[in-house]
């Protein structure tokens, strides 16, 4: 897992996270963008960002493990869905992962933050 700190900030308020080629599919790379710990992946191409601080009890997610779009937190073992954010166990709880919208452009990914 690749660690990256930018801080180049575009017009529309989006941060360069990482170059384009370091967020590969079905991985976490973790990265620090304006003091948010967030960590990217790749779903069937398509770039996502989310908090790399566990909702439930703020537990560390980049320690985590990755699986068919599912984060797993190492605290706990709950699950949630990288591609919206819900909760898939325990089915009872309502957090949610924090996302945040993300762009491509010029060879990089770009996440509003
Ligand atoms: S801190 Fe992540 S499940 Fe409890």
């Given amino acids: 897992m690749g660690l990256f700190n930018k801080a180049k900030r575009d017009a529309a308020g989006f941060c360069a ?3 384009a080629v370091a967020v590969r599919e079905g991985e976490m790379t ?5 003091e948010q710990r967030l960590i990217l992946t790749r779903q069937q191409g398509e770039a996502l960002a989310f ?3 566990c909702p439930h009890a ?6 985590g493990e990755l699986h068919n779009g599912r984060v797993t ?8 869905d990288v591609r919206n954010g ?3 166990y325990p089915s009872d709880e309502t957090y949610r992962l924090k996302r945040y919208e993300v762009k491509e452009e010029d060879g ?3 996440v509003k933050v």
């Fill in 30 to 34: 973790a990265v620090k963008v304006a």
């Fill in 17 to 19: 996270a990482a170059t």
């Fill in 51 to 53: 908090s790399a601080l």
């Fill in 58 to 63: 703020a537990a560390d997610l980049t320690r």
């Fill in 108 to 110: 990089q990914v770009w």
């Fill in 73 to 80: 937190c190492p605290e706990h073992g709950y699950k949630f």
């Fill in 86 to 88: 819900r909760i898939l």
